[in-house]
């Protein structure tokens, strides 16, 4: 229930406080006093968006604050409990709007966001505006009206989430069959490029390991004669160094006993020839090995020139040949790959789609055996609110469909992100005629009572704990008006409601009663609120709206026993 509002710097309200109790509350008074920006204030509260120009001018905030008596074990309660918030002083909403334009949103005194607000106020309160009963027009919103009666909500979500699987999952299937013919024509030359680079098998570096065998093979004769001639001097030929090394050694060695540095010196000559004798021994192998093949040298060419070939199609060096080749590689794979992907995701699909068959037929027969029940129960209401003559259906309707792309039921019907149904209020005014959609038909009054009709309805299942209607009266007078009235503190046993009027047929019926005017003071209008608290005070203000600004004894007796009658009542 909403126990308090206050509104700070709004549009043309200063500073307005007003405490709500259970039943019917009417908010009455002149037209242009204020009494739809109230409307507005509280949806905000509830989460609407917010705009710069809702501040009062000259003002840097306008400041909003509603509290709610909210039961421990209600929706609201829980999602505050999961985010820690203390719940025992209820539920206070403020929410600050700048002149700029930002907006900050408090829940029991600690920041959030507009998503949780929306969340928190799912369910406290419904606002009925004008705007409301033109949406009523709107046959895109009777499907929402009718599952919320039906309280067939969450099998709709059960749709929805089924729906969005299955929608990328399609679109992805579509993606890779298109890409796969563009692929295969693309198939052949990778597949070629890909076994050209396998072919060659280069391995890291061999390019540079390739440049310097050239450079050997291309001096091997210089080598190997620089080789032998080396060998022939140290060893070969006659009078060889290690000959004469030898020969130093013999010399020196008839004195190693008799001088003790001079063997020394012997021996370092002796160690001098078996090193030159290993040179040797390596330098004959080495010249063994050296490669004076003529065709060696062209293999090296041939191959420098085929891996420069490449390096030239694929990017300029080894290292981007081996990326060039990864990449195709694994292109080629994926392509390969499209039909086992293509094949997998279609059964993903398969399994999706039956699913959401059976969901969305399940809620269709839901909602067209409550839409019968809906149906009664609107026609009965009406008929309490001075249109028993009319009749009002719920139409169904499907869109066939054999279009193979789209989402469909095994009857070819197509099915939606909300399930297989399309959904319109037909009404009949008068016998005889035949149902039509409201948007040809309803003229205001008859649409105020219809969503007054579809309020009672909802109230009786799953509804709001507080329901606020604005312009209920529009269109409407006489005996009509007395049953509106009626009809709103009927609901007002059952639940708060609120109600915003201009006629005192309705307004003798609240058990609480606002008058609400404007004033002019220092050249600012401000709109003020007094709660009418006493019977002298009610009856004057029903005589004003009876009367209007001038009023007479006649007015007074008439506003007397209107609301003595409603009271009695």
Sequence with gaps: MLHALVIKNFAIIED????????????????GAGKSIIIQAVNLLLGSRASADLVRTGKDNAELEAVFDIAP??????????????????????????????????????????????????????????????????????????????????????????????????????????????????????????????TANIQPGEDEELVQKRDQLQNAGQIFEAVNGAVHNLYDREGSVLDQLSALSARFGRFCGTHEKLGALARRLDEISYELQDLVSEFRSFAAVIDLDPQSLDQVDQRLDQIARLKRKYGGSVDTIFEQYRNMAQTVADIQGIDGRI???????????????????????RRQKEGLALARQAKAELGALEMGRASFEVDFSTDPCDDPSELVTEDKEKIFITGMDRVRFLLSPNPGETPKPLAKI???????????????????????????????????????????????????????????????????????????????????????????????????????????????????????????TAQES
């Design 442 to 564: 309803a003229s205001g009054g008859e649409l105020s009572r219809i969503v007054l009709a579809l309020k009672a309805v909802l109230c009786r299942g799953h509804s709001f704990e507080t329901l606020i209607f604005d312009e209920v009266d529009a269109g409407i007078g006489g005996a009509t008006s007395d049953k509106v009235g009626l009809k709103l503190k009927e609901l007002g046993r059952v639940q708060q409601v609120i109600c915003i009027t201009h006629l005192a047929q309705i307004a003798r019926y609240g058990n609480h009663q606002f008058r609400i005017t404007k004033e002019v003071s220092d050249g600012r209008t401000a709109t003020r609120i007094t709660p009418l608290n006493c019977q002298e005070e009610r009856i004057k203000e029903l005589a004003r709206m009876i009367g209007g600004s001038r009023i007479t004894d006649a007015t007074l007796v008439h506003a007397r026993e209107l609301l003595d």
């Design 343 to 365: 094949e997998q995701l279609e059964q993903e699909q398969k399994g999706l789609v039956v699913q959401i068959r059976q969901k969305a037929k399940a809620l269709s027969m």
């Design 16 to 31: 307005l406080r007003i405490e709500f109790g259970p039943g019917l509350s009417v908010l009455t008074g002149e037209t």
């Design 73 to 198: 074990d209600s929706h609201a309660a829980r999602l505050m409990a999961d985010q820690d918030m203390d719940i025992e002083e209820g539920l206070i909403i403020r929410r600050v709007v700048s002149a700029e334009g930002k907006s900050k949103i408090y829940i029991n005194a600690r920041q959030t966001t507009l998503d949780f607000l929306k969340q928190v106020t799912e369910n406290l309160a419904g606002v009925s505006s004008q705007h409301a009963h033109q949406g009523l027009l709107k046959e895109d919103q009777h499907l929402d009206i009718l599952d919320e009666f039906a309280q067939t909500l969450d099998l709709r979500k059960d749709v929805a989430a089924l729906y969005r699987q299955i929608l990328p999952l399609k679109k992805e299937i579509a993606g890779l069959k298109v890409g796969k013919e563009k692929a295969e024509k693309e198939l052949e030359l990778l597949q070629f490029q890909v076994n050209e680079i396998e």
